[in-house]
DNA sequence: TCCAAATCTTGATCTGCGTCAAAGTCTTGT
DNA sequence: ACAAGACTTTGACGCAGATCAAGATTTGGA
């Protein structure tokens, strides 16, 4: 089921976001060494399901490039975005034996991952980790909670202003650009087709797809090609999001 | 704005989930000597707001009997509530200095709160407490996200029935009751006005009580008065939650 | 006890988004 | 380069839930 290749355990640590994130800044040689040990890469194509709902997860992780979505579906078939992993993002759950969610890699991707057991086992013996993955944990929370305002309380433009506004600023922050800079064009590719960005604003694709072109018709965004989007005015965007304009909920 | 009033620090602490949940159960006893002294409790009459988004938080806590809500506000007054924090729920986020979310007593509301530098120093000192307040953080995302599905993709019929649900099974495991026993009648008061319901699932006050009433037609739940609910059959509840019927989503 | 305010119910009507349908445009493999 | 499939756009129409409105019931304070 998972067609993954593990990359070269020598790969260079710069690219592995929790050695940076989670773990490396406060901790001994020691056991960075032993974080080395239990360390590898998968690499994972467009469209390829990393796990399923339900499934033994014998890992944790993050993202180091590309990305995944996490999702829900119920029998019916009606399924919710719930989660959108970028680069440094963590995956997983430690004490938990089993995935509560689809991880679908949307674009092509690359992990970092950790065996399960010898993480928790680490976890426990090293206080900055859990510490580091709780305030990780509490941002992610955060951000589940403003996504519930948009997904009960928003319409469709204010929806996908927002998730637009979300991957501008997501991205900027990956790139190291300033979205925030007055007057700045802000350009990126979208990396979700109008069904997931659909899933993930609890919209159909049709209403994505007729909203997205509302808003190119009133100048908030220019489009090339389908997934090419620049941002004339990041405040304009904003306001269109029902967010202050100030930097805005996400901030 | 905070008419609150501290209980006797001598007072009961199996009162006190945080004692039992997050700390006690691993701790040493020299670390409990600390967390005792910077435990204080505090008493909220119904209605009350515990604290305003953005206000300086200078506290951390969970809640000791009672129920109180969180919630965001759009500028223009639309309202999602985001969470529902009911005994032993933790409040408040060791390493942010601001609240990011209204938080408002529905009932009277008893918390007990440790000042927060203490706490957080305390928590880099003590292993345990990072660890299981992590565990605990990790069981709200999970909950938020579940959520996210019950806004983006149920009716308005699945969304009440989803919230009875979650009260009920919350309810029985406080009072230690069994809800999925088969052919039991499960009953409790909801603690939510209709209003505190629709901003929960992001729907109208109407709405609200026009599909209470259907429930109510079908059968599905027995009302006395607008307050009291009895259950005839659980399975048929998450049934029509659109979950399955095996202890469902939130179990 | 009684009045006023809060809460809840129900009805009539409106509307934003979903559904169904068809055609257009990219992408990919050969 | 072309064909097949995936993705996207646009249109017509219907419906679930919002909005507006009027009463009914409950609660709480004087």
Not at 46 to 73: C, H, K, N, P
Not at 166 to 171: E, F, L, M, N
Request: glycine letters at 6%; proline letters at 3%; charged letters at 30%.
């Amino acid at each position: 089921m998972l067609n993954e290749k593990s990359l070269s355990v020598s790969q260079d640590c710069n690219e592995c976001p929790i050695r940076h994130r989670a773990v490396c800044a406060r901790c001994e040689s020691d056991e960075l060494e032993r974080l080395e040990e239990i360390k590898y890469y998968r690499k994972f194509e467009a469209g390829q399901t990393v796990i399923w709902s339900g499934d033994r997860m014998e890992f944790v992780g993050s993202v180091v490039s590309g990305i995944a979505t996490l999702t829900q579906t119920m029998e019916d078939g009606r399924t919710q975005m719930v989660g959108l992993l970028l680069p440094s993002d963590f995956v997983g759950r430690p004490g938990r034996s089993s995935a509560a969610y689809d991880v679908v890699a949307t674009t092509d991707l690359v992990m970092c991952c950790f065996r399960k057991t010898p993480f928790e086992e680490m976890m426990m013996r090293t206080p900055h980790i859990a510490q580091r993955l709780l305030e990780m944990t509490l941002d992610e929370l955060d951000a589940a909670r403003e996504w519930m305002l948009v997904l009960g309380r928003k319409t469709a433009r204010e929806k996908i202003a927002s998730l637009l506004s979300i991957i501008a600023r997501r991205d900027a922050s990956i790139n190291m650009r300033d979205v925030s800079a007055p007057g700045e064009r802000i350009t990126f590719d979208l990396p979700l087709t109008r069904e997931a960005m659909a899933d993930y604003l609890g919209l159909t694709l049709e209403t994505v797809s007729r909203q997205v072109s509302a808003l190119r018709k009133d100048g908030v965004i220019e489009l090339e090609g389908k997934r090419h989007v620049t941002i004339p005015d990041m405040g304009r965007l904003l306001e269109e999001a029902g967010d202050d304009a100030d930097g805005g909920v996400f901030a």
